[in-house]
């Protein structure tokens, strides 16, 4: 299971694009990048999933360069009910167990 | 709607009382997992389970047991000999399809008294 590392925590404001950072130097090539966020006292919950290039669904986008040894979640205008913890994983899915960091807490200032 | 059911919300155990936390879901999904959040902290694994009849220790099981005679359940018991067991417990379910990731549970807190 590859190893990833995010930053411990990011403070942005209302209205702003917020842009995540996880990096996987040791991606294997059927690996999948997903995110998660989780809310205080709540389990965490599927956000974006990609392979390669960029993924946009209808809350983030996520980018990830050709040699896919780092990912960026890209949240578009965040609100104050974007402060959460947010994961990155790395995995084929067929992992036999998922493996979660600290996450980044993000916090959104008004 | 299908998901994940994790019962109580909320739960209270004595010193060297034992305790089952139930989970249950009706995704069809083949493996399922428990997970240990501490205070501003990550999540740990407990156990996992990829199968009916089988599981397999996490990072930190001492203290936990598990079982999985159903492919819908997969109950968590703390027992006396986990010495901290004050955390919040989360329990994950995945399908074989990784399109959609892991689904968790809504969360168990366990309080010693």
């Known amino acids: 299971l590859a190893k990833t590392t995010q930053p411990i925590s990011m403070d942005s404001y209302e209205g702003q694009e917020v842009n995540i950072t996880c990096s996987h130097n040791n991606i294997a090539t059927n690996d999948y990048i997903t995110w998660y966020q989780q809310f205080p006292s709540q389990g965490p919950r599927f956000i974006i999933q990609g392979y390669k290039t960029k993924v946009t669904n209808e809350v983030a986008s996520l980018f990830i360069p050709a040699d896919r040894k780092s990912s960026t979640l890209s949240l578009p205008r965040v609100s104050l009910s974007d402060t959460a913890v947010y994961y990155c994983?790395?995995?084929?899915?067929?992992?036999?167990?998922?493996?979660f960091g600290k996450g980044t807490r993000l916090h959104i200032l008004p | 709607d299908g998901g994940i059911t994790q019962s109580p919300k909320y739960l209270f155990r004595k010193e060297g009382q034992n305790v089952t936390l139930s989970c249950e879901q009706n995704?069809?999904?083949?493996?399922m997992y428990w997970y240990r959040q501490d205070p501003g902290q990550g999540l740990r694994l407990i156990y996992y389970s990829q199968i009916v009849n089988d599981f397999q220790k996490g990072d930190i099981a001492e203290g936990y047991s598990v079982s999985r005679e159903k492919k819908e359940s997969f109950p968590l018991t703390v027992t006396s000999a986990q010495k901290n067991p004050t955390a919040f417990y989360l329990c994950?379910?995945?399908?074989?399809?990784?399109?959609?990731?892991?689904?968790f549970g809504s969360g168990t807190r366990l309080t010693v008294v």
């Open positions: 994950a379910s995945y399908h074989r399809d990784r399109r959609y990731g892991y689904t």
């Open positions: 995704l069809n999904h083949d493996a």
């Open positions: 994983l790395v995995g084929d899915g067929g992992d036999d167990k998922i493996i």
